[in-house]
């Protein structure tokens, strides 16, 4: 059965805890499917579907022709008549080539019908850079998403995340992108054993801080735990907040935070112009702007497309170091 | 062909009734009783009337932004497709989608689609639920020349001709994608040419014809249903009424004698004098099936105009499913 | 000898019916047709014709061959009706008739070179096959005969050489004008037209058949798996189907055998009529066209009055033998 927030028991890496995941599901569950590019045979280019064909056979580890727009629409039209699918798409970079099933389509329909439609489809894919894949093969676009009524965006930020948000994302019944990030594939933590959502649009404070918040999403908050180290040297005690969810969004835990601390920052490795840290800014100053003691900080991707050299790739990509420098700068102790 | 007189009388009935829910549809408009866009299926009834009456509501269709004639013939209830089209709560989609999204689940319609070539993957998506189930269900993209030509339906007959779906991908040719003629808007004039491209049969039938297209549909459905795969029918057909609206003469994109010449193979006056000359129907019973729907069509129409506005609240409702509240 | 243009009726509708879906028929997209035609085109120059009539269809076949096409050739549109359906085959016929044409080159399958006959009964004819089983047109290269058509139209041959007359079906209908086939003539119990083409053999009733081969398929091989009939025999062949006289299992469309019960088969003689009665569909050369009311009367009969067919293989060898091909060294120059 389903336990919130179960106790961790073992070390799992990141992309073992997805193929769990999904294992567990798709055990629990016989409408639940996989379809996309190399999830079945090949168990997906990331090792996350790895086993599975072998378990659940091929009708329910579909591997599909490179097509995401077809892949898509039949995951809304499987998901419209009655199954739970979950659409792989490889690199979310690809999602471009879907936009109209993903946003004209899968996020519409059940408003369009009046409330008609249930559509239960996870869409599962892999974002971020650090792997020198360039621009067509990095990209955070969560943003685009939670822009979008009628979509759910999760972004684990590690093992435990992964699984739990996973089994919440496929069970909900809504369309729920499930944003994973290539470069944590391989990081360990204690993941349970059971089945255990966690609940969408729930925050997680990750370390308790009293005097800076730090909002930080995917992997960044792994960054963003460094830094908080590196800043207790400068007398800062930094609560580390991961959403989890980014749509719906847990304004609530961010501003309770801040009102907490009075100072603000949100990391992301997104381009940081029209990131979702642009968005929880404005929700920051909206709800407790009499509470700041600083302008609310972001640290992200500069408005740039991903470049391919690793060399370039290491200035665009924000760490644990961008998060310090900018925390000094804002606080004027660079 | 194997065909009761109840089927043939059934044929005409959902034809006349798609034609006059929409000619009643476009007056409305006109008048301004019925906001936003409307795209009239005039013309057309065969192909919806042909196709249809081999469904039960088990089976899906995705239709295009031309979808009325789709819902009548499925069945639809006339005092809800107007409600949705005059933006009443009492609608199909409690008039949040109007007339290029009009659908009803219920009846298997997996939306009236305003964008073009959206159908064809939402349908295979749909036939390989069905398949996967292990059902004997159906499922029928309709389609337009102008939507075979979006990636859409390519990856889609791709993919169902490579999993052996049960869809039947029908392509109404109106020989215009919008306001572009067929010669402007692709190098081929036969749809049903495409379908070897992608491994399934492929058939041209007579569009104007009701007979004509429920015996290709027939025949593709039941290879559907049996596991034999996708298959194209593409039904030469006409648009009498314009891209949007009503006027569909005087117009920049095609001469009036084309509309004039098609007008005379109208599928219902051509099914009409066929009927009339195997002793089913009579011009004085033609017309009592004439008032019979006007008679409905009036009282829905009444119907509709009496119903409420979506409430206030009714906004930010049905975005999302909340947990528990699903089926 | 004759000597005159070209006429090409491509027929853009061949090979596209119900059977792709209830057999196992080919399908003749239409770009393949396209280039067909410009083989022909280019066969036809190089056999020393350069005047070409056509009839322009719905999907301009002929147009879309003849774009960029490097031949010293003219090209005239006859003028049709535009209806997209058999009639401007017709009528495209008999303009060409008009016109002087030599020859005509058909696209298409038995259903295409009815409608041309019906504009033109006894018209010269290199026909090539688009269609789904046909009797009629022949599975032919299309640069050999345009070649072919060529030597015909250029007057390098006679037509009586190269070809030979045909035998069609004569069709009466009682109170509506008459109608022809040029392979079979069959009443089926079936009131509709519908989707056109002959799928299924319970319908079957009366047949008049001009050829009954048993190597095609269609209507003729039920005949000529019970009685063969070429088209140089005298006659047709008439087959009751029914109850009585066995069963004979023949493919009536590709891949698609059924078993046929027949209660009778004769030999026709010339002129002959075979009476049939509605209510019923007259389906000629394997399409459901006619319509006849319950009692309305129907006379088929065999006639040698169709086409003059051009025979590729006869007309190149005989090409070979009086070298119409070859010229002396440093001759090609003159060979238009």
């Known amino acids: ?59 329910r580890v579909v591997d599909t022709p490179i097509a995401e727009s077809g892949i898509m629409g039949l995951g809304l039209g499987a998901a419209a008549t009655g199954l739970r699918p979950v659409i792989d798409i490889m690199f979310m970079d690809f999602i471009g080539v879907c936009m109209d099933e993903v946003v004209n389509q899968i996020a519409k329909m059940k408003y369009m019908f009046g409330g008609k439609a249930t559509l239960p489809i996870t869409i599962h894919t892999m974002a971020g850079g650090g792997m020198a894949m360039a621009a067509q093969h990095s990209q955070s676009l969560e943003a685009w998403f939670c822009h979008v009524p009628g979509l759910k965006v999760v972004m684990p930020s590690g093992p435990y995340e992964a699984k739990g948000l996973m089994i919440a994302a496929v069970r909900d019944d809504n369309p729920v992108i499930v944003v994973n990030t290539k470069t944590l594939l391989g990081m360990q933590a204690e993941v349970p054993e059971d089945m255990y959502e966690i609940p969408l649009g729930k925050a997680h404070v990750v370390r308790p801080g009293s005097n800076f918040t730090i909002i930080a999403t995917g992997r960044m908050v792994g960054e963003s735990l460094k830094a908080a180290e590196e800043l207790a040297a400068d007398g800062l005690d930094v609560e580390v907040i991961d959403p989890r969810t980014l749509q719906p969004f847990d304004t609530e835990t961010c501003v309770a935070s801040v009102r907490k601390t009075h100072r603000a920052l949100i990391a992301h490795e997104a381009v940081r112009f029209g990131g979702i840290g642009a968005e929880i800014a404005a929700q920051i100053q909206e709800e407790a702007f009499d509470f700041l003691d600083m302008p609310v900080g972001r640290v992200g991707a500069p408005f740039a497309p991903v470049p391919f050299s690793p060399v370039l790739e290491k200035q665009y990509i924000p760490d644990a170091a961008r998060v310090v420098a900018e925390v000094r700068r804002l606080l004027g102790r660079a | 062909m194997d065909i009761s007189n109840d089927t043939l009388l059934d044929l005409h009935h959902r034809m006349v009734r798609i034609r006059l829910f929409e000619e009643e549809a476009g007056k409305l408009q006109e008048s301004g009783k019925v906001p936003g866009a409307l795209h009239l299926y005039v013309g057309e009834e065969a192909v919806a009337a042909g196709v249809m009456s081999h469904l039960s509501a088990e089976d899906q269709i995705t239709s295009t932004h031309r979808g009325h004639g789709h819902l009548v013939a499925k069945g639809g209830d006339l005092r809800k497709m107007y409600a949705e089209l005059y933006g009443r709560s009492t609608g199909y989609c409690k008039g949040k989608g109007g007339s290029m999204h009009i659908s009803d689940l219920d009846l298997g319609m997996l ?47 791709n993919m169902a001709a490579l999993f052996k779906l049960p869809v039947v991908f029908v392509c109404e040719n109106n020989g215009f994608g919008e306001f572009t003629s067929q010669a402007r808007h692709q190098a081929i004039k036969d749809v049903a040419d495409r379908a070897a491209g992608y491994g399934m049969p492929g058939i041209i039938t007579d569009g104007m014809d009701v007979l004509a297209v429920y015996e290709a549909a027939g025949e593709a459905i039941a290879r559907a249903r049996r596991g034999a795969g996708p298959s194209l029918l593409e039904c030469k057909t006409y648009r009498f009424f314009d891209h949007v609206g009503v006027r569909g003469m005087g117009v920049v994109y095609r001469e009036d004698a084309e509309v004039l010449e098609w007008r005379k193979r109208d599928p219902i006056t051509l099914f009409e004098s066929r009927l009339e000359e195997m002793g089913l129907l009579t011009t004085e019973a033609a017309a009592q099936v004439r008032e019979r729907i006007l008679f409905e069509i009036r009282e829905a129409i009444a119907f509709a105009e009496a119903s409420p506005f979506p409430a206030e609240g009714a906004l930010m409702e049905d975005i999302y499913t909340v947990r528990g509240a699903a089926r | 000898m004759a000597r005159g243009p070209i006429g090409i009726i491509a027929n853009p509708a061949s090979g596209k019916d119900i059977r792709r879906l209830v057999a196992h028929a080919s399908v003749f997209d239409n770009q393949e047709k396209v280039n067909i035609i410009r083989r022909t085109v280019l066969g036809a120059v190089a056999a020393g014709c350069d005047e070409f009539l056509y009839l322009h269809d719905g999907h301009a076949l002929v147009l879309n061959a003849i774009d960029g096409l490097d031949a010293d050739a003219t090209f005239t549109e006859v003028e049709t009706p535009g209806t997209a359906s058999a009639l401007d085959s017709e009528r495209a016929a008999a303009r060409m008739r008009e016109a002087g044409a030599a020859v005509i080159v058909t696209l298409g399958g038995d259903g295409t070179n009815r409608a041309v006959a019906r504009g033109w009964e006894d018209a010269p004819l290199v026909a090539i096959s688009t269609g789904t089983n046909n009797v009629f047109p022949r599975m032919v290269e299309g640069t050999v005969a345009g070649a072919a058509a060529g030597l015909v139209a250029s007057g390098k041959l006679a037509l009586a050489d190269a070809a030979r007359q045909c035998k069609l079906v004569r069709v009466e209908v009682e109170g509506e004008r008459d109608d022809l086939a040029l392979i079979d003539a069959v009443l089926l119990d079936e009131p509709f037209v519908g989707a056109r083409a002959i799928w299924t053999t319970r319908v079957l009733r009366t047949m008049v058949l001009t050829r009954a081969d048993p190597a095609a398929v269609g209507m003729s091989a039920v005949g000529g798996l019970l ?67 319950r009692g309305q009367r129907a006379w088929l009969r065999v006639e040698r009055s169709g086409p003059w067919v051009v025979d590729v293989a006869r007309t190149m060898r005989l090409a070979a033998c009086r070298g119409l091909f070859r010229f002396e060294a440093g001759g090609v120059d003159d060979a238009n």
């Open chain 1, 1 to 59: 059965m389903t336990t919130t927030e179960a106790p961790a028991t073992r070390k799992l890496a990141y992309v073992s805890a997805i193929n769990e995941a999904l294992a567990q599901l798709m055990r629990s569950d016989p409408n639940i499917f996989i379809a996309g590019e190399d999830v079945g045979l090949y168990g997906s280019v990331f090792g996350v579907t790895r086993g599975l064909m072998k378990e659940f056979g091929e009708n």
């Open chain 2, 111 to 157: 939306g009236a689609n305003g964008i073009v070539g959206a159908g064809p993957p939402i349908a295979i998506g749909a036939a390989f639920s069905n398949k996967y189930r292990g059902t004997d269900r159906v499922t029928i993209c309709f389609f337009g020349d102008g939507a075979s030509n979006e990636g859409t339906f390519h990856e889609a007959a």
């Open chain 3, 227 to 293: 009685h063969t009939l070429t088209d140089a025999d005298d006659g047709g062949l008439v087959v009751q189907v029914g109850p009585g006289g066995g069963t004979v299992v023949a493919p009536i469309a590709p891949g698609l055998f059924e078993p046929v019960p027949i209660a009778e088969v004769r030999s026709l003689a010339w002129g002959e009529r075979v009476e049939v009665a509605g209510p019923g569909i007259l389906a000629l050369d394997g399409e459901r066209e006619r319509r006849l009311l």
